[in-house]
């Protein structure tokens, strides 16, 4: 229990990135989201612009921040689709807040907890997302527990890799 | 307040962005305006979706020129493997499709005849821009494609998105150097389609799981499995005709039960897709280039087509025999046309190579027959009959086209004719095909000589009438002429000695293929008198030939006639069968005095088995003298 909880002052302080990592990053993922997709069908399972939502997020701990993040790459997201704007921008704004307001609270070092957040919170984009597309909308919208289930999985597993490359992106402190 | 805003300050942004967003969705999902204002987005939401797809274009945009790049240096310059034998493969195929296309232009220009008859406003493709797919969604819930043409190459709102497999989608959102494609998998897309099989329309849309299907159809067994989907053309976005894909299965709608969803296998693989092309032109109206393009495809079509028909006529196996030695022209249709003038004749039939006593020709000459004179022997019910008793002789009657009135030049003219042309006797042995299947006249020549006794023979191209002369016993019979015009006999034989019969053709019998109306009479036997259309006589079964024939080339030929009596047979002829032949050639075997000869060789009397004519074809015979001058009526016989 002691390592999900932030023991430190430097665990509870926000991680320094280069501008340009905040910036090439999630243009990378919504990129490589829209290419590989076109070569390799199932490669949509993953959701690439919320992983970088999520590490912006529990890496920097600021609410705000991670709620404006969320919003901007979840908007840049909807302008690829054929949904209106603010769909994936209001998911992605509330995942952002709670990793963000998560990050503070415990400790986002670890793997473990890397892995745990991701899980629940691909989860829980999901939900907000078939709630929105399926009932605001009145879109049609196939709900599959184990689809969902699966999708939460891989993202994690690649979520927890992610992570640890984007990890090496950090300003060095020192 | 300061410490109200301080403390839940977080909150308040999470809530403040998500109210914006909410409203902006809001607005973004109100009821769709109408088609001059068709734009999906309004300003400022096209302006973010442009900034984003400006922002992930270009590194797609590099990305995938690289990739292209380094394939094309791939397959152009290095992967040449079986490319020859591709090659010869692909120009074997060329062939083929040119010989095919020839019948499918002549089916496209008969549909489009009809459909100008139909006032019918078809929209064909003729103009495509070709794109690159550079991105997609990325998303599960969204079938958007991104492609490397907008508004600068055409490209705009609604334009169908095809592929040489099938329809893709339509172009939903334009920016200057791209689009985007909303495929038909997507559950926002519709496009009207039409089942191939059964006509069954509707309205294509993508289900939740990313697959094209069929909504609301009403319930039909008729829908199978593997049925083709086109597109109909109703939605006014995709041409008539397309491709769309496959039925795969069909699941009832839970939504709407009893209406099921046709669920279809799309003809595109939609999952990888590459290039695709933008229709950005079409129309109800052939343009002058349309035109131009098909006059000069009907014209390379028909090219194709002659040289199509050439390489199959090389290639069939030819009815002409090359070795087969060459015939006498004399009866080919050049030669007639040559010597009528111009005069439509029928066609006759080549020379035999081995002539025989069926052979056209080999009849003996009118000349050497005598009027009158038996050609076989008679048998009568009443027994008056000789049979054997007179040598068969040919009475010829002729009134053709040149009749004179003068009898006798009239029989030199048709003996002079049967010299040349002249048909053959034929036993009716009950083998003898029906009119239909007769040979060809050997010409008008033939037709006055033909008069004698002869066998039914019918002009394909001469609408006449087969008379039949059947005399013995007073017996007639009619065979049907091929030309549709039916032939009543009005036989009024005459037996013993003085046969006679006479047959009148009704419907425009006896004209010749010249034109010229032929009344002929044959007299068969012992003054069997038959006149007869198109110079033509069917006479049946107491053909009166005698049992040896000399050809004019001097052959002789061995017959055995069977002569069907009614009644008891006459005491001296009862199963008198007729000696062998001897083979001597004897061209004179057919005049009187050779009555014992004739005698020895004459048909067989066989008693009536009953496969005579019905009774009434009967007529009762007449005595008539034995012989008959043709043209002249005779106090006693003929009509």
């Given amino acids: 229990m002691s ?124 939900g907000m997302y078939w709630l929105l597309v399926r009932r605001l909308l009145a879109q049609p919208y196939a709900w599959s527990w184990i689809h969902e289930l699966i999708r939460a999985l891989i993202n994690t597993v690649v979520g927890v890799i992610l992570f640890a490359l984007l990890d090496l992106a950090k300003r060095k402190e020192y | 307040m300061d410490s109200f805003f301080s403390r839940y300050k977080n909150a308040l942004v999470l809530i403040v962005v998500l109210l914006a967003q909410v409203i902006g969705v809001a607005i973004q999902v109100r009821r769709p305006l109408p088609k001059e204002h068709a734009q999906p987005d309004a300003g400022g939401i096209r302006l973010i979706r442009y900034w984003a797809i400006s922002l992930v274009s270009p590194p797609e945009r590099l990305v995938h020129w690289l990739g292209a790049s380094i394939l094309g240096v791939w397959d152009n310059y290095l992967d040449l493997i079986h490319v020859r034998q591709q090659n010869r493969d692909l120009q074997a195929e060329i062939q083929r499709i040119r010989i095919e296309e020839g019948g499918i232009v002549e089916d496209a220009r008969q549909g489009q ?4 008859l139909l006032a019918f406003k078809e929209k064909y493709v003729y103009q495509t821009v070709p794109a690159q797919v550079i991105g997609t969604s990325g998303t599960e819930q969204s079938r958007i494609l991104s492609i490397n043409k907008g508004s600068k190459d055409g490209v705009s709102v609604d334009m169908p998105v095809i592929t040489p497999d099938g329809i893709v989608g339509r172009i939903r959102e334009v920016f200057p150097h791209t689009s985007q494609v909303l495929e038909i998998t997507d559950p926002t897309s519709g496009a009207g389609i039409i089942l191939a099989d059964t006509r069954i329309r509707g309205i294509l849309r993508g289900n939740a799981l990313g697959q094209p299907q069929v909504v609301n159809v009403m319930p039909d067994e008729r829908i199978k499995t593997g049925e083709r989907v086109v597109t109909s053309g109703g939605d006014q976005i995709f041409p008539r005709g397309l491709a769309v894909g496959v039925v795969d299965r069909v699941v009832t709608d839970p939504d709407h039960d009893p209406l099921v969803d046709v669920l279809i296998h799309p003809a595109a693989n939609l999952s990888q897709l590459e290039e695709v092309l933008v229709i950005t032109n079409m129309g109800d109206e052939v343009t002058p280039k349309q ?19 050439e390489v199959l006529a090389e290639r069939l196996p030819s009815r002409i025999d090359p070795d087969a030695p060459k015939t006498d022209d004399q009866n080919s249709d050049d030669s007639a ?31 050497s027959l005598t009027p009158g004179a038996r050609l076989a022997p008679q048998s009568e019910g009443s027994g008056t009959t000789k049979a054997g008793v007179a040598k068969p002789h040919a009475a010829v009657s002729t009134s053709s086209s040149s009749d004179s009135g003068d009898n006798g030049d009239a029989t030199e003219t048709a003996a002079a004719a049967a010299k040349k042309k002249g048909p053959e006797l034929v036993p009716d042995d009950g083998s003898r095909p029906p009119s239909t299947m007769a040979v060809h006249p050997t010409g008008p020549s033939a037709t006055a000589s033909s008069h004698a006794e002869t066998t039914a023979t019918a002009p394909v191209h001469a609408p006449m009438a087969i008379l039949p002369a059947t005399s013995s016993h007073g017996t007639a019979t009619a065979t049907g002429g091929t030309a549709s015009s039916t032939t009543q006999p009005h036989a009024t034989p005459t037996a013993g000695g003085g046969t006679a019969s006479a047959s009148k053709p009704v ?38 030939r005698p049992a040896t024939v000399s050809g004019e080339n001097g052959t002789t030929s061995e017959v055995k006639t069977k002569v069907i009596v009614d009644g008891p047979l006459p005491a001296g002829a009862k199963k008198t069968t007729p000696p062998a032949s001897t083979g001597t050639p004897s061209p004179q075997t057919q005049h009187a005095p050779a009555a014992p000869t004739a005698q020895k060789k004459g048909p067989e009397l066989v008693p009536d088995d009953g496969s005579r004519p019905p009774p009434t074809m009967q007529q009762k015979p007449k005595p008539q003298p034995q012989q008959t001058t043709p043209a002249q009526p005779q106090p006693q016989g003929g009509r």
């Fill in chain 1, 3 to 126: 390592r999900l909880v932030a023991a430190s002052r430097r665990d509870i302080e926000a991680q320094p990135y280069p501008l340009i990592v905040f910036i090439l990053v999630p243009v990378l993922a919504l990129g490589l989201q829209s290419f590989v997709a076109l070569h390799f069908e199932r490669f949509d399972i993953l959701d690439l612009p919320l992983l970088v939502t999520i590490y912006f997020a529990i890496t920097r701990r600021d609410p705000i921040a991670g709620t404006i993040t969320g919003c901007v790459i979840g908007i840049a997201q909807d302008a690829l689709t054929r949904q209106p704007l603010g769909i994936f921008g209001i998911c992605k704004s509330i995942i952002g807040y709670l990793a963000a307001s998560l990050g503070v609270r415990i400790d986002t070092e670890n793997h473990g907890t890397r892995a745990l957040l991701t899980f629940g919170f691909v989860f829980l984009h999901s």
């Fill in chain 2, 113 to 116: 005849r009809l459909q100008q």
């Fill in chain 2, 337 to 367: 046309d040559a010597e009528g003038e111009g005069i439509a004749r029928p066609m006759r039939p080549p020379s035999a190579l081995h002539p025989d006593r069926f052979t056209p020709n080999t009849t003996p000459a009118a000349a």
């Fill in chain 2, 507 to 544: 419907a425009g019998s006896s004209s010749t293929p010249g034109g010229a109306t032929t009344r002929a009479a044959t007299t068969a036997g012992n003054g069997i008198t038959s006149p007869s259309g198109a110079g033509t006589t069917a006479v049946r079964a107491a053909n009166p």
């Fill in chain 2, 291 to 309: 035109k131009l393009d098909m006059i000069q495809s009907e014209a390379a079509a028909d090219t194709e087509q002659l040289k199509a028909s």
